[in-house]
């Protein structure tokens, strides 16, 4: 059974920062892809990063890119996105995502967590 859990978020104000975690329990973990993404009340699930089973391939969307971070660490079976100068845009819940390829297409994500809500006071 694949299990994905997110901790992390939080209420901050603007140009503050958090970290997401991703702690994942089921099959390998370093055989998968994982990705975030984000949905805002009223909104479509977005993507926000990606990245490759050995972690050395990450993507990001273009309102993240420069200032989230994400990682895995093969060892504690867990994804991590480091999200610094928040912006109240960024406002959301976040979700973690196992993938066979880091994509942003929501649709090639087979397994979802729950989500941890992340909010941006200005």
């Known amino acids: 059974q694949v299990l994905l859990v997110e901790s992390g978020g939080g209420l901050v104000q603007a140009g503050s920062s958090l970290r997401l975690s991703c702690a994942y329990s089921?099959?390998?973990?370093?055989?998968?892809?994982f990705g975030w993404f984000r949905q805002a009340p009223g909104k479509e699930r977005e993507f926000v990063a990606a990245?490759?089973?050995?972690?050395?391939?990450?993507y990001y969307s273009d309102s993240v890119k420069g200032r989230f971070t994400i990682s895995k660490d093969n060892a504690k079976n867990t994804v991590y996105l480091q999200a610094n100068s928040l912006k109240p845009e960024d406002t959301a819940v976040y979700f973690c995502?196992?993938?066979?390829?880091?994509?942003?297409?929501?649709?090639?994500?087979?397994?979802w967590g729950q989500g941890t809500q992340v909010t941006v006071a200005s």
């Open positions: 995502a196992r993938g066979t390829i880091p994509t942003s297409n929501v649709r090639l994500y087979s397994a």
């Open positions: 089921g099959r390998t973990f370093v055989a998968y892809a």
């Open positions: 990245i490759g089973r050995v972690g050395d391939g990450t």
